[in-house]
Each structure stands twice: as structure tokens, then as C-alpha cells.
T-cell receptor, first 117, second 115 residues
Framework: DAGVIQSPRHEVTEMGQEVTLRCKPI?????LFWYRQTMMRGLELLIY????????DSGMPEDRFSAKMPNASFSTLKIQPSEPRDSAVYFC???????????????FGAGTRLSVL | GENVEQHPSTLSVQEGDSAVIKCTYS??????FPWYKQELGKGPQLIID?????GEKKDQRIAVTLNKTAKHFSLHITETQPEDSAVYFC??????????????FGGGTRVLVKP
């Protein structure tokens, strides 16, 4: 498997523009996570899905952020409108959650570095 | 909710020496504790993990210890090499008990191994 695939790797945009980040999880995985990483706040969980259903979006900073998972092989994180403080590296991770699985090994993508000018 | 604290935030060691990173967690229901390594420009990658029914686990130069009573766990790297230079994250999870399988991460430790 190619692992978790994120696109684009780098995104530079101007304040007020819409930004869409994309993620393809590992085939067969049923959980997907979106994280944001900054120097000040570290690695923050924004939202996660189980079986394409959003379970916990309490980490989403505000209404400007939205995430969707229309099927098991694709998810998007959208910021509209974007602001300079949204500049960060955004990671997508996926894992397999079985009924009796006590481990939650999350596999991370390479990230999208977002710069909002 | 779970809170994970990690120390130190930076660690500089001489090649060949040992490095120790410590984490504490708050949720007594947490039962799975992975450690991730993040190299520059890459996403975090799992390097070792431990479940709450085990006190220690070793994999070559890396070991993790867990003290459930005190709610803390540690990562030990022996005979450090320059390629061990990276940011290391600890995490905690309730595992299968949780409605989801959310990991709560510590703040990270930047390790620099000096040749």
C-alpha cells in the first residue's frame, strides 16, 4: 500500500480564499483523523471519522473549518475563508478499528504545509 | 478528557549516550500508549507502543516503560545515533473501550544527537 496520501503537499494562498486539503486513507482502514501542527500548539486533533461518520469535531477551531468523508477512500478538510493564523501543517491519519482491537495504530500522511498570506 | 504532558521539550545528547523522555497522563481508563517519531518534513511514524497489561517493552535500542499506578510512561533510547535526531511524541488512548479510537498526544520532544 502507498500509505496515507495527502494533497497538495504545499499550499500558498491569500487571506479570504477557500482552501481544500485532500486525503486518501490506507485501503481497508475505517477511521480517519485530521490534525493540525504548529510550533505553539503542537499536534492538535481537529476531527475524526469512523466508517465515514464524523465522531468528534470538538477540535475544529471555528465554523470556517469543515470536513467531509463522502466514502471510505477520500476525505477533505476545507477552510473558508482562510486567515493567516490558519498557517500550519495539516496531517491526515488513518487506522483500522476492530471491535476488539485494543491498539489504535494511526498511520500519518506526509502533511500539507499551508501558508495563508 | 485525557491530558498528556511530555518532558523535556528539547533534549540534546552525545552520540552513544542514552535519551529518556517522560510522559504523564490523566485518564485512568487509558490502556494504550504509543510513541511516534517525526522526522523533518514528514508525518509522525509509530516506533513502539505498549498496552496497560505490560510494564515494559523493548525493541532493539528502544524501550518503553509504563507505571499505571503513577500514570506515567517513558521512552528510553540507548546507544543513540545521529539518525535518532527527530521530534518524538507520546500518546494515550482508551483503545477499544472508547466510542472512537482517539489518541491524545503529548507536546513533543525535540531530540538532537550530536556526533
Amino acid at each position: 500500500d502507498a500509505g496515507v496520501i495527502q494533497s497538495p503537499r504545499h499550499e500558498v494562498t491569500e487571506m479570504g480564499q477557500e482552501v481544500t486539503l485532500r486525503c486518501k486513507p490506507i485501503s481497508g482502514h475505517n477511521s480517519l483523523f485530521w490534525y493540525r501542527q504548529t510550533m505553539m500548539r503542537g499536534l492538535e486533533l481537529l476531527i475524526y471519522f469512523n466508517n465515514n461518520v464524523p465522531i468528534d469535531d470538538s477540535g475544529m477551531p471555528e465554523d470556517r473549518f469543515s470536513a467531509k468523508m463522502p466514502n471510505a477512500s477520500f476525505s477533505t478538510l476545507k477552510i473558508q475563508p482562510s486567515e493567516p493564523r490558519d498557517s500550519a501543517v495539516y496531517f491526515c491519519a488513518s487506522s483500522f478499528r476492530g471491535r476488539f482491537e485494543a491498539k489504535n495504530i494511526q498511520y500519518f500522511g506526509a502533511g500539507t504545509r499551508l501558508s495563508v498570506l | 478528557g485525557e491530558n498528556v504532558e511530555q518532558h523535556p521539550s528539547t533534549l540534546s545528547v552525545q552520540e552513544g549516550d542514552s535519551a529518556v523522555i517522560k510522559c504523564t497522563y490523566s485518564d485512568s481508563a487509558s490502556n494504550y500508549f504509543p510513541w511516534y517519531k517525526q522526522e523533518l518534513g514528514k508525518g509522525p511514524q509509530l516506533i513502539i507502543d505498549i498496552r496497560s497489561n505490560v510494564g515494559e517493552k523493548k525493541d532493539q535500542r528502544i524501550a518503553v516503560t509504563l507505571n499505571k499506578t503513577a500514570k506515567h510512561f517513558s521512552l528510553h533510547i540507548t546507544e543513540t545515533q545521529p539518525e535518532d535526531s527527530a521530534v518524538y511524541f507520546c500518546a494515550a488512548s482508551r483503545g477499544a473501550q472508547a466510542a472512537g479510537n482517539k489518541l491524545t498526544f503529548g507536546g513533543g520532544t525535540r531530540v538532537l544527537v550530536k556526533p
